[in-house]
């Protein structure tokens, strides 16, 4: 069964700063990659996602994320922060031959002026 | 084209009531799958559906119910409600590697 570990529970960064936010995944196969972000009392939005192909994968909101198959990673970066990007992180892995998603506990990302 | 649409959007229950959550989709996906998402757990798997009258376990099936008899509809039950469902409910549904998520049910059972 496929599981994901987000290691950092709560960031603090200042704006303008750069962001980056670790994901490590347990899986023995290829697998489906997911960034969402949820800001307070809101539902999930998907950032970006990676199935194949080039291991460096764009999202929305400047966000990217690089797919790191010997170190089962798949963190996320922010070149420059802004305050609207206060909120909380999920990195989430589904596999190719099963249809569940599996999420990590979540990195909460507070951005101080 | 609404996506995935849950009611209600908030709800307060007494301990041992039940109710149902709702959760409907528009985008004719075989795959559905309730979450609960906890403070500092992320989202656990309740149930899931592959199609209209199928339907398995998650991670954390105990105390909740779930019928598909259509494509669009995949209605929770929650069964003697207790604290411990005091949750967030997430219904989702996917197709093609691409998962769509509804707003969220915020559940406290007091």
């Known amino acids: 069964a496929q599981s994901v570990t987000q290691p950092d529970i709560h960031i603090t960064v200042s704006e303008g700063a750069s962001l980056e936010l670790r994901c490590n995944y347990s899986y023995g196969a290829t697998p489906y990659l997911f960034w969402y972000v949820q800001s307070p009392g809101q539902g999930l939005q998907l950032l970006l996602k990676?199935?194949?192909?080039?291991?460096l994968v764009q999202g929305i909101k400047g966000f990217e994320a690089e797919f790191k198959r010997s170190q089962s990673s798949f963190n996320l970066r922010k070149p420059s922060v802004h305050w609207s990007d206060a909120a909380e992180y999920f990195c989430a892995v589904g596999a190719v031959d099963d249809y569940k998603l599996s999420f990590g506990a979540g990195t909460t990302v507070t951005v101080r002026a | 084209n609404a996506g995935v649409t849950q009611t209600p959007k908030f709800r307060i229950l007494k301990i041992g009531q039940s109710m149902t959550l709702q959760c409907t989709q528009d985008m004719n996906h075989n795959y559905m799958y309730w979450y609960r998402q906890d403070p500092g757990m992320g989202l656990k798997l309740i149930y899931y559906s592959v199609g209209a009258g199928i339907t398995d376990k998650g991670e954390v099936p105990n105390g909740y119910n779930v019928s598909r008899s259509t494509t669009e509809d995949f209605p929770l039950r929650l069964e003697l409600a207790a604290p411990s469902q005091t949750s967030v409910y997430f219904c989702?549904?996917?197709?093609?590697?691409?998962?769509?998520f509804g707003p969220g049910t915020r559940l406290t059972v007091l």
């Open positions: 989702a549904s996917s197709s093609a590697g691409f998962w769509f």
């Open positions: 990676y199935f194949s192909g080039d291991t």
